[in-house]
């Protein structure tokens, strides 16, 4: 079965500190690969996109991300956090043949430590 | 300014009554989408409409309908059949196709809490 994976449910980190989240997928094929984040009580807004080309996408707010066929992962980094990153963040994939809707995986929850 | 407008923000309902919460859209966008969060789970499709007067189940649709009589609106019925409807509901749209044509936009959310 089709399969979203972020290992760590949570992860606390200390300001200025690096950062990095990962994601893991199941899929045939490859997927388009998405990183959203999600600040309480708020809907999800997009911070990067993998289509095809070049594996490393650079994204808002100081994030990038990796994608890496060879392990089906699509981690997520930034190489300073700032407090006010401190959110939960979804990877999510969508298939060619699927529409536009995409699976996510179970979120993982960011807290910044000052 | 274009965006998506869920409401109610906060809903309290009873065992046994239905409730509905709308999503309104003005981003000229072709599909909308429902999905359910709760803790742990990431987000869960309930229902999806690819175009006006049709729409498709998503992975957990028992329990919802929808209606989509309008290309800006998209509202979900949680029915006194959900037999676990306390959760934050998101609702997003998007062009339709493929991923490729154009990102997912999400609303603020709407959190149910039965009581």
């Known amino acids: 079965a089709q399969s979203v994976t972020q290992p760590d449910i949570h992860i606390t980190v200390s300001e200025g500190a690096s950062l990095e989240l990962r994601c893991n997928y199941s899929?045939?094929?490859?997927?388009?690969l998405f990183w959203y984040v999600q600040s309480p009580g708020q809907g999800l807004q997009l911070l990067l996109k993998?289509?095809?080309?070049?594996?490393l996408v650079q994204g808002i707010k100081g994030f990038e991300a990796e994608f890496k066929r060879s392990q089906s992962s699509f981690n997520l980094r930034k190489p300073s956090v700032h407090w006010s990153d401190a959110a939960e963040y979804f990877c999510?994939?969508?298939?060619?043949?699927?529409?536009?809707?995409?699976?996510f995986g179970g979120g993982t929850r960011l807290m910044v430590k000052p | 300014d274009g965006g998506i407008t869920q409401s109610p923000k906060y809903l309290f309902r009873k065992e046994g009554q239905n409730v509905t919460l709308s999503c309104e859209q003005n981003l000229n966008h072709d599909a909308m989408y429902w999905y359910r969060q709760d803790p742990g789970q990431g987000l869960r499709l309930i229902y999806y409409?690819?175009?006006?007067?049709?729409?498709q189940k998503g992975d957990i649709a028992e329990g919802y309908s929808v209606s989509r009589e309008k290309k800006e609106s998209f509202p979900l019925t949680v029915t006194s059949a959900q037999k676990n409807p306390t959760a934050f509901y998101l609702c997003a749209s998007s062009f339709s196709g493929t991923p490729r044509t154009g990102e997912l936009f999400f609303g603020e959310g709407s959190r149910l809490t039965v009581l």
């Open positions: 899929y045939g094929a490859t997927p388009y």
């Open positions: 409409s690819q175009i006006v007067n049709d729409f």
């Open positions: 993998y289509f095809s080309g070049d594996t």
């Open positions: 999510a994939v969508g298939l060619n043949n699927a529409g536009n809707m995409l699976t």
